[in-house]
């Protein structure tokens, strides 16, 4: 009899807490081949909390994250490397590293026994921050960019790393109109063509809905909803989930999400 091995992502009965508040209880969710995810929440809700923990950079209080089959606790951190990648939100760069350096520190999983970088390294750095519309940057001190430019660097380490699952914190912050549409482009075409899987936070639901393929609110109470985009990005929900309500106007084959006016 062959043994089937659970491939990609797996949370079962996942409870959050911070200090005595319950953000997260119960979430049971499986993350699939070319899945992309939006985690929609108001400040406060869990959703860095949860990214933090599918990276296996803090303990759940309750539950399991599996990576194919096997708990993150178990992984070695290098093949845990080479199976997801993070993007944190927010960065604080106290050494005037090169934006190229930066990038080839997300090769590191990669080396084994080798110590410095291979030229199929560089290679991979190199494409990753022309993918990213950053390349002439490599050679400047990351210390001397700016917000969005830093962020495009941070995101061009992450395709460095070459994993089949991205955790992403707010990708598209401190990007310009262009960059922000050009970001989720990239990462449909990711998991559309290539088989990743992205787990995104994001608050701009527009940009979200218009690359998701499911969705994961979380109230900030410990209750959450998951499923495919449309099912789960429908303004009932959405304006329990965010403390405001929720508009959606349909133009075409678009859905466009509007803040209304509550009334008086």
């Known amino acids: 009899m062959t043994v089937q091995t659970e491939v990609g992502m797996h949370v079962r009965n996942l409870q959050l ?7 997260v209880d119960g979430l049971d969710w499986r993350i699939g081949e070319g899945e992309c995810w939006c985690v929609i929440g108001r400040n406060g809700a869990g959703k860095s909390t949860l990214l933090r923990t ?16 096997k708990s993150i606790a178990d992984w070695p951190l290098q093949d845990l490397a080479r199976e997801r990648a993070f993007l944190p939100q927010g960065r604080n760069d106290a050494f005037g590293y090169r934006a190229i350096e930066m ?29 990213m519309d950053v390349i002439e940057l490599a050679e400047r001190d990351i210390r001397t960019l700016s917000g969005g430019e830093r962020q495009r660097v941070a995101m061009a380490a992450v395709l460095a790393q070459d994993t089949p699952l991205m955790l ?17 482009k990239l990462l449909a075409e990711l998991c559309r063509a290539r088989g990743r899987s992205v787990v995104m936070v994001s608050h701009d639901l527009n940009l979200a809905h218009g ?3 499911h969705a994961l609110l979380l109230m900030g109470d410990g209750r959450w909803h998951a499923g495919p985009v449309d099912e789960v990005m429908q303004a009932p929900l959405l304006s329990a989930c965010l403390g405001h309500p929720i508009e959606i106007v349909r133009h075409g084959q678009r859905a466009i999400y509007l803040a209304a006016e509550e009334e008086r």
Do not use: C, F, N
Request: hydrophobic share 45%; charged share 25%.
């Open 17 to 23: 807490r911070v200090a005595d508040r319950v953000l």
């Open 54 to 69: 599918l990276a296996g950079l803090r303990p759940a209080e309750d539950g399991t994250v599996a990576m194919h089959g």
């Open 103 to 131: 990038v080839l520190t997300a090769r590191h999983p990669y080396h084994d026994a080798a110590y410095w970088e291979s030229d199929d390294d560089h290679a991979a750095a190199q494409e990753a921050l022309r993918t």
């Open 168 to 184: 992403l914190d707010e990708p598209t912050s401190a990007l310009d109109l262009a960059h922000q549409v050009g970001m989720m």
């Open 211 to 213: 690359v998701a393929t």
